[in-house]
């Protein structure tokens, strides 16, 4: 007689082999929105950063035009000087990093707001930006 395995020993390690599988893929996604916000909340730190700068040796912050919200990639007055590159969403242009300048006086901003949409959970003092979740402000 010939040792072999049996149907139900086959369909257990499949079973088995499938869990394992779908926690491992669970996990991988888990891991994978967790570092593009871990990369987002470091540009905006970046982007920030670049901004203090520019305010230490100008005395004001970038202007928006009118205002309003502008995506980052606008802030051509920050290239080379205080950043080497505006940074971008993880995940491509349909979330850009969105940038306002506030507390306008006599012409020149005395502030501004920084938001990011994070797939994560978000906490932040600055999220006027519709949607997003996340962000940083100066005052």
Sequence with gaps: MKKAFTMIEILISIAIISVLTAVGIVSYVSINKNARDAKRRGDIEQIRTALEFYRTDN?????????????????????????????????????????????????????????????????????????????????
Excluded at 98 to 122: D, H, P, W
């Design 59 to 139: 005395g004001y912050y970038p202007s928006t035009g009118n205002g309003s919200f502008t995506d980052v990639s606008g802030l051509t007055g920050l290239l080379s000087t205080y950043i080497p590159s505006i940074p971008s969403d993880p995940k491509g242009a349909t979330n850009p990093y969105m940038y306002q300048a506030k507390n306008i006086s006599s012409g020149q901003y005395y502030g501004y707001c920084l938001s990011a949409l994070v797939e994560g959970t978000g906490s932040t003092s600055c999220t006027a930006y519709t949607g997003y979740n996340y962000g940083t402000k100066n005052p």
